[in-house]
């Protein structure tokens, strides 16, 4: 079944200068399985293709069933910077949590 990633985890993000950092937490170990599997920083650049303009990269953080993706060149020369209504990224947790992926009928409980 393809559902949004908001299922199946929550999402928190902010920002590191002109990057944006976004935390995804799994809600259980079976979603932090299939988060790592399917949430590819390849997928995360293309999700947002209209704003993250450099590279994604992911940290796995499992004693926390987590995720962490730092988009580069999203921001539009960070908060102090830019003239984006998002200038501190904010909002991209909650961007990456309409991501859709296929989930196993017997995760979603």
Request: charged share 25%; aromatic share 4%.
């Given at each position: 079944?393809?559902?949004?990633?908001a299922r199946i985890a929550h999402a928190r993000s902010g920002d590191k200068?002109?990057?944006s950092n976004v935390g995804l937490v799994a809600t259980s170990p079976e979603a932090y399985e299939l988060l790592r599997r399917e949430v590819t920083p390849e997928r995360v650049?293309?999700?947002?293709?209209e704003v993250c303009r450099g590279e994604v990269e992911r940290f796995e953080v499992p004693n926390?069933?987590?995720l962490n993706f730092l988009l580069h060149d999203a921001l539009?020369?960070?908060g102090t910077a830019s003239l984006l209504t998002d200038a501190q990224g904010k909002t991209h947790g909650q961007g990456l949590l309409e991501m859709e992926i296929e989930?196993?009928?017997e995760l979603l409980g």
């Open positions: 079944m393809r559902v949004k990633l200068g002109d990057a650049r293309a999700h947002f293709a926390l069933l987590a539009g020369g960070g989930v196993p009928e």
